[in-house]
Nanobody, 125 residues
Framework: EVQLQASGGGLVQAGGSLRISCEAS????????FGWFRQAPGKEREGVSC????????YYADSVKGRFTISSDNAKNTVYLQMNSLKPEDTAVYYC??????????????????WGQGTLVTVSS
């Protein structure tokens, strides 16, 4: 059974940091690119970051560039999103996704094959 288990969300003050994780199972981790998306209340889901399984390249939305870092631990089948200097506008449900494509950017939602259930990140002002 394919699973993407996101965890680590919570409440943090503006300016603070949080690391969320996504543990994958049920498929070959090394064959997939991983992305993080988020959906804020009343807004459409948007891409946040992506990491390539082919060469480790990373991609970020302009809104998080310089503050967020995506990484992966292949031994643990886990992808992380380290979020620093958090802002209230980062408040959203964060979803991880896996796609068997060669990313040259964040990737489009339809390019991702598997999705996790989401973890809520709330940034207070």
């Amino acid at each position: 059974e394919v699973q993407l288990q996101a965890s680590g969300g919570g409440l943090v003050q503006a300016g603070g940091s949080l690391r969320i994780s996504c543990e994958a199972s049920g498929f070959t981790f090394d064959d997939y690119a991983f992305g993080w998306f988020r959906q804020a209340p009343g807004k459409e889901r948007e891409g946040v970051s992506c990491i390539s399984h082919l060469d480790g390249s990373t991609y970020y939305a302009d809104s998080v560039k310089g503050r967020f870092t995506i990484s992966s631990d292949n031994a643990k089948n886990t992808v992380y999103l380290q979020m620093n200097s958090l802002k209230p506008e980062d408040t959203a449900v964060y979803y991880c996704a896996a796609g068997g494509f060669d990313p040259h950017g964040l990737g489009l939602e339809h390019q991702y094959d598997y999705w996790g259930q989401g973890t809520l990140v709330t940034v207070s002002s």
